[in-house]
């Protein structure tokens, strides 16, 4: 009987099956895209160069200084590597680096070629040139925003100047080896990473580290791996990334609050739609309903009818916007959007990737599909509850 009454007035019915169907498909296809941006996002601050936790001596994110360092790295990387984690030591420093025609502050990065790979992914981010090698010491790869700044290119030289860790002034010629392709921030305009050992023969700086970057192992919590790091690192300071860019990890949060807000929004749309369409419904149909009540069909019978009408318009959208969003969300999953044209793109200092994919995953469709699963519930009941309390007498009167 619900199959029949539902196409009896078949415009409605199909117009409100569509726009439900409209509404999941742009609510899907937002959903895998706006997942797709924040989770590329977070793992770029990971894998790019922040890692999941960060281990600093005491002060030092306070008060950078050359003399503030972890004094025996060696004896905190031991047991985070035993215990699974993949952890390398950074040696940092400022400065300023110059060429023939201008000369930028710059930031000086000394990293273990061979461990640094394990935590982070800027060596496969060089657009021009080739990563660090320790049998080239006087190689370095700087950030594209500073080759710029510099005008240099490969193989030219750059001259950097800063104060070494005995007072004495540090000053050395080296030959830009690769240039990094826009990673964001600070990298982009002033990072200069060299190996170790040239770090540590350019600033006197013999032994300890300034920064100890680490990654979790897969499947492993963040809060719990920051207590067992911490745990392991004591008595320094452990900070997840989080903790780091508490602003950065607030947008991430409120960019998903923000999408849900954006469902209820379209969803309440189509739910005005769907009330509309079931009280017209049930407007045009009282005097049949009176008959029924008259006969004996309890008011339960009434709303149940209502009810698996909309279920069934319902049912139809769902399948329909589910097979339609299907071959798009593995479109923008796999080949994505390319959004190059717009030039380098970042979000609160972090670089976005050009082509900007959509997530495709089972959970992408659980939000939106359960979302407009309760606007239709919400937006039929009354229309249902009115057709169930109607008065037969009055019902069979009415015109």
Request: proline share 4%; charged share 20%; aromatic share 8%.
């Amino acid at each position: 009987m619900a199959w029949r009454n539902l196409w009896r007035s078949r415009r409605r019915s199909l117009t409100t099956i569509v726009a439900m169907t409209f509404a999941l498909v742009v609510m899907l296809l937002l959903s895998g895209l706006i997942e797709g941006m924040l989770r590329t996002l977070e793992q770029d601050i990971v894998e790019l160069e922040v890692g999941d936790i960060q281990i600093f001596a005491d002060d030092y994110r306070k008060k950078p200084s050359i003399h503030t360092r972890i004094l025996d790295p060696e004896a905190v990387l031991a047991p985070l590597d035993a215990a699974g984690f993949s952890a390398s030591a950074r040696l940092l420093a400022f400065g300023l680096a110059a060429s023939d025609e201008s000369s930028a502050g710059a930031s000086f990065r000394g990293v273990d070629v061979e461990r640094d790979a394990r935590v982070s992914r800027v060596h496969r981010e060089v657009g021009e040139g080739s990563w660090l090698d320790e049998s080239d010491p006087k190689g370095v790869v700087i950030g594209k925003g500073l080759a710029r700044s510099l005008s240099v290119g490969l193989a030219d030289e750059i001259l950097v100047l800063s104060q070494a860790a005995d007072d004495t002034m540090a000053y050395e010629l080296y030959r830009v080896r690769g240039i990094l392709r826009g990673v964001g921030g600070a990298i982009d305009r002033s990072g200069v990473f060299m190996t170790q050992p040239s770090f540590r023969e350019l600033m006197v700086l013999p032994e300890g580290a300034h920064q100890i970057i680490v990654r979790r192992p897969q499947h492993t919590d963040l809060l719990a791996a920051h207590e067992q790091v911490a745990a392991l690192a004591s008595p320094l300071e452990v900070k997840t990334w989080k903790m780091i860019f508490p602003t950065l990890s607030s947008y991430l949060a409120s960019a998903r609050s923000m999408m849900s807000i954006l469902y209820l929004i379209i969803y309440s749309a189509v739910g005005v739609l769907l009330l509309n369409s079931m009280l017209m419904a049930v407007f045009e149909r009282i005097h049949e309903f009176g008959v029924l009540k008259a006969i004996g069909v309890g008011p339960f019978s009434v709303m149940s009818l209502i009810l698996v009408e909309t279920a069934i318009q319902t049912g139809i959208a769902l399948a329909c916007g589910t097979l339609l969003s299907l071959p798009l969300l593995l479109f923008l999953s796999t080949t994505g959007i390319n959004i190059a044209a717009m030039g380098s793109v970042e979000i609160m200092g972090a670089a976005f990737n050009p082509i900007w994919r959509a997530l495709f995953t089972p959970g992408i469709f659980v939000g939106p599909i359960l979302l407009l699963v309760v606007i239709v519930v919400l937006a039929v009941l009354y229309p249902a509850l009115k057709a169930a309390w109607i008065q037969p007498i009055a019902a069979m009167e009415h015109h």
